[in-house]
């Protein structure tokens, strides 16, 4: 469901479906400020954030944040640090490094699997309650009748 909602970037209000919390002059803009920071860092791969920020005035905050939604990846030798959330070690694009990345899929499918165990468990006593509640009906009516 669309719902009104204030643009991230430049606070006015809009229209919001899906998808980053923008209005569409500002995710045309965010676009227009990804590909700068795309194409600099390919032809500087050594560049630092300083760097890239001053020379394609998108701020050092959205240039993290496109490095985090892994849409855009650093050298390995560039002096960008960008570092896993869970173990601190230096990655290249993303939120977590190959290692925790699986680890954390693999935590989420268990707790996945516990959660869906829980609710079948719930749902199956519910469906006992019920049973039982109609066999309630079955003898009242049974003897109503007679
Ligand atoms: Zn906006
Ligand atoms: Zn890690």
Redesign the pocket.
């Known amino acids: 469901m669309p719902e009104l909602k204030n643009c991230k970037r430049c606070k006015k209000i809009f229209m919001h479906a899906v998808g980053p919390q923008l209005c569409d002059l500002c995710k045309q803009k965010e676009e227009e400020d990804f590909e700068k920071v795309r194409k600099f860092l390919r032809d500087y791969p050594g560049a630092t954030i300083q760097e890239v920020s001053r020379a394609t005035e998108v701020s050092a905050q959205l240039i993290y944040r496109f490095l985090r939604d892994g849409r855009i990846e650093v050298a390995a030798d560039s002096p960008i640090a960008l570092l896993?959330e869970?173990?601190g070690?230096r990655i290249t694009s993303g939120r977590?490094?190959v290692?925790?990345s699986k680890k954390l899929a693999n935590e989420m499918m268990a707790t996945g699997k516990s959660l869906r165990d829980s609710m079948n468990q719930r749902r199956s006593s519910i469906g006992d309650e019920k049973a039982r509640g109609l066999r309630y009906l079955d003898e009242y009516r049974r003897d109503k009748s007679r």
Do not use: T
């Open positions: 896993c869970n173990c070690v977590f490094c290692n925790c």
